[in-house]
């Protein structure tokens, strides 16, 4: 009887630790699976959160408005106000120029369209607003009819008014910026002089040479001669003009181109005293 005892005894005292063992393994294991679970969505997390920081893309934009006013910069105008690039013009101020081309500047904001001239025997550039041509007075070359207008004025008898030379001398300025060719033919013949004939003064050989070189200009680019050409032709038309000495000017009394008296302050020797 004792034994029988002992036995279920020892069954109920080996079943309690095993029951424990079997309980300690699951509660174990769901911890380090739900840990594990949470580690893994955490990282990709990271990686989201950092890609925003590449995008310094906002500079991009930027280069396309400094891009847009180069294109307008780059317009090329051919012709304005009837005058075209590469054309010879008359400006008044100073004689026969080449348009080398219209260009567009900005001044204070405004933009403007200028001619761009140049003076080859001056070595001289000017720009000329094309809104402002008129008003400077610039003009095309002549028509070959008014050149050889210009030549038979150079072949009549000079008429210079017997009055103070400075006052004449402003007339003959005149002429000479006005850019009439036929105003400036007057001016050469009315200054020429002859061999036989007294030397001019300085100021006289100054009109004289400022209105020859003004004539001849535009003569060699209308009849396409050269220069020296051009003062050849000046000079033969001037030797055909009828020369009077001083001898007989002072006793007949200068006319003016109108046919009219000329006003007097004295008499030749006061008048040659101013011209000198």
Avoid: C
């Amino acid at each position: 009887m004792p034994n029988k005892t002992a036995k279920p005894a020892a069954k109920a005292t080996a079943a309690k630790p095993a029951a424990k063992s079997v309980t300690a393994k699951p509660v174990t294991a769901k911890p380090a699976a739900v840990k594990a679970s949470a580690a893994k969505p955490a990282a990709p997390k990271a990686h989201v959160a950092a890609a925003p920081a590449k995008a310094p893309v906002a500079a991009k934009p930027a280069a396309k408005p400094v891009a847009a006013p180069k294109v307008e910069e780059k317009k090329v105008v051919t012709q304005r106000q009837g005058f075209k690039a590469n054309e010879f013009v008359v400006y008044p101020a100073h004689g026969v120029g080449q348009i080398l081309a219209i260009e567009e500047q900005e001044i204070a904001g405004a933009k403007l369209e200028l001619f761009v001239i140049n003076f080859i025997k001056d070595k001289m550039t000017l720009r000329v607003p094309t809104a402002k041509v008129a008003n400077v007075g610039m003009r095309k070359l002549s028509e070959p009819t008014l050149v050889k207008k210009a030549l038979e004025t150079l072949k009549g008898r000079a008429r210079v008014k017997r009055t103070m030379w400075s006052r004449r001398a402003q007339e003959y300025e005149a002429k000479i910026n006005s850019g009439d060719i036929v105003a400036i033919a007057e001016v050469v013949r009315d200054l020429y002089r002859s061999e036989s004939q007294p030397e001019q003064s300085y100021s006289e050989r100054q009109l004289y040479e400022a209105a020859l070189d003004r004539l001849s200009r535009e003569i060699a680019v209308v009849q396409h001669s050269t220069e020296t050409e051009a003062v050849k032709e000046i000079e033969a038309q001037l030797a055909k003009s009828p020369r009077r000495n001083a001898k007989a000017e002072a006793a007949e009394g200068e006319t003016d181109a109108e046919g009219e008296t000329d006003d007097t302050d004295g008499d030749d020797t006061t008048v040659a005293d101013e011209a000198a």
